[in-house]
């Protein structure tokens, strides 16, 4: 073996870099974030190559005095913390690293100023070693150029991924920080083109600037598809926008999580997050959310790994069981309402089509239009303003209704609306054991292998505290004997088929909740409206009623919509009118 030597200090600061800059994007977030602990309330951050060639950021902040340019590129050197403050860490960055690692693989300027006057002052590395320090032109703040990354180490030019996701990549942090710092002007520059650009809106209130930020960066539909919440218990508070549950995404993206207005990469917040979303949404559908979590300093510990993106909570429980109670409480006031993300989808397909109305085949009932028109006559007291989902017109391939409302006209899928009725009723009957019943005048008799006939007997007995009594019937079926009376009009043979099969098929459940979910949901989609049921007008306009107030009838258990708007507005444009 060789003999043990001191590293050099060239060979530290470049295996420092391996832990601290994976990539372009971990050169502009080290950068950027210098500029938000210095105060700057305008930031520029230019890109060619995907940041291979030049990564220039530019603010208007506190700067860095001539004396201290020198000293700011040594590793460990940093003005942001000592030892009394290592466990109440505010500032973005405080390893004093990220600098000397960047400027160890790549040609690197600063510049400089202080003062108000344009006397500042450059200083270029290559390599980690100094090649020229001078006066230069610079107005308040930095100026940091960051040309030709990872050359001293080509290696690592070979893990980078194509130019268009290192720039995407770049691009989603920009956007992170740009939401959560709704002080501070942000500009993104990326080969010459002008990417992201939002400005300030200190006139407005808090709440009112994260929407219009929001909006900047995300899409005014981002923004109309979310509500706001904030909820606080003693020091700690959760704030932000939560998305509509039928305004999901396919993966955890577009989840901007934060910790006291840092970015956070942490699988376990997006599993909490999900988790408080758990009764509203498909297996495979994420929420689209913003939140930033705040707590005393104390409470976090952000020195767990070089990148920063990691933190440690002194009571993660604590953290999560409010979480989750925030995010569920502020939901259960959204009612019926649902997105209109399949509005626009809708309308889109119509715009896509010479004749659409070939495709949309009503169904032909003059008893239940004369029914409607003489049902609204009847409440003329009652304006279509007290009534969001309207009365109802027609229903049609039995299965979709039709209401007017003041502005618009509403399609209603009457199944999953009604699954998900149902579905709150059970729970809340059951939580409140107020489960009513009906004894079968003819019992539902089942087959089943007396190989696991003795292993579903405990389980009957908790299927009994919905209001279903099974029990066994010979030595191979069961029969059916009392049923909720909510659904007796379902079909019980495919109930208690479907029930069993979850029965067997499941070993065990997560939580009591998680079983009492499963079970209700199970009742409820057998239990509903089925598709095909034509339905006379009271019935139409009874489950109108019946969505209105009812929590979160806007989707069904599987997290798709139960209705669809479209605006008088919108129909007009369709037909050319406006």
């Known amino acids: 073996m060789n003999k043990i030597e001191i590293l050099s200090d060239d060979l530290i600061n470049k295996i420092a870099a391996g832990e601290v800059i994976e990539r372009p994007a971990s050169a502009v977030k080290e950068l950027v974030e210098n500029s938000i602990d ?62 000397s690692s960047i400027v160890s693989v790549s040609d690197f300027t600063i510049r400089a100023n202080c003062n108000n006057d344009l006397d500042g002052h450059e200083i270029n590395l290559t390599a980690g070693n100094l090649t020229y320090s001078k006066p230069a032109s610079q107005k308040k ?10 050359y001293s180490t080509p290696a690592r030019l070979k893990f980078l991924k ?80 939560l998305g509509l549950p039928t305004y999901s995404y396919s993966n955890s993206n577009n989840q901007y999580i934060y910790v006291n207005g840092r970015i956070i990469n942490d699988k376990s917040l997006n599993t909490i997050v999900k988790v408080a979303y758990r009764d509203l949404l498909f297996h495979d559908r994420f929420p689209q959310v913003i939140i930033n979590i705040k707590c005393p300093f104390d409470w976090v510990d952000v020195n767990v790994h ?29 009612g019926h309402k649902n997105s209109n993300k399949s509005s626009f989808e809708l309308i889109n397909k119509f715009q896509s089509k010479n004749n659409f109305q070939k495709n949309l085949i009503l169904k032909e009932n003059s008893e239940i239009e004369n029914k409607a028109n003489t049902e609204v006559k009847k409440i003329e007291k009652k304006s279509l303003d007290y009534l969001p989902l309207g009365f109802a017109k027609s229903q049609f391939h039995e299965n979709y209704i039709i209401s007017q409302t003041k502005d618009g006209i509403i ?67 069961l029969i059916l004997r009392e049923i909720p009376a909510i659904i007796a009009e379902s079909n019980l043979q495919k109930l208690i088929e479907a029930l069993i099969s979850e029965l067997v098929n499941e070993e065990s459940f997560d939580s009591i ?41 806007g989707q069904c258990n599987h997290g798709r919509p139960t209705y669809i708007k479209l605006s008088l507005i919108d129909i007009e444009k369709l037909f050319g009118r406006k």
């Open 162 to 241: 194509s130019a268009s996701y290192e720039t995407l990549l770049i691009k989603r942090l920009i956007q992170k920080f740009a939401i959560i710092h709704i002080d501070k002007e942000f500009n993104l520059i990326v080969n010459n083109k002008k990417v992201i650009n939002t400005r300030q809106n200190s006139e407005l209130d808090v709440k009112e600037q994260l929407k219009k930020r929001a909006a900047e960066i995300l899409g005014q539909d981002f923004v109309e598809n979310t509500i706001e919440f904030e909820e606080k218990q003693n020091e700690l508070c959760v704030a932000g926008l």
């Open 38 to 99: 210095a105060n700057s309330k305008k930031i520029d951050i230019y890109i060619k190559d995907a940041g291979k060639t030049e990564i220039t950021v530019s603010d208007n902040g506190s700067g860095i005095e001539k004396s201290q340019l020198k000293k700011a590129v040594i590793r460990h050197s940093t003005s942001k913390i000592n030892s009394n403050l290592l466990n109440k860490i505010k500032t973005m960055g405080f390893r004093g690293e990220a600098l």
């Open 411 to 477: 399609i209603i899928d009457q199944h999953a609306a009604h699954e998900r009725i149902i579905y709150e009723k059970l729970k809340e009957d059951f939580y409140n054991k107020k489960i009513k019943t009906q004894i079968l005048l003819i019992p539902i008799i089942v087959n089943v292998d007396n190989i696991i006939l003795n292993s579903l007997k405990k389980k009957f007995l908790n299927l009994e505290r919905f209001g279903l009594k099974i029990e066994p019937f010979g030595p191979d079926s």
């Open 141 to 150: 703040g930095c100026f940091v150029s960051v040309k030709n990354l990872f």
């Open 306 to 334: 070089p990148m920063k993106n990691e933190v440690r909570f002194k009571d993660k429980d604590l953290l999560n069981s409010f979480l989750i109670k925030s995010i569920k409480s502020s939901l259960a006031t959204l």
């Open 513 to 553: 909740e998680i079983e009492i979910n499963k079970i209700c949901s199970t009742i409820a989609c057998y239990g509903s409206i089925r598709s095909g049921r034509e339905l006379q007008i009271e019935e139409m306009n009874d489950l109108l009623r019946k969505m209105e107030n009812t929590d979160f009838s």
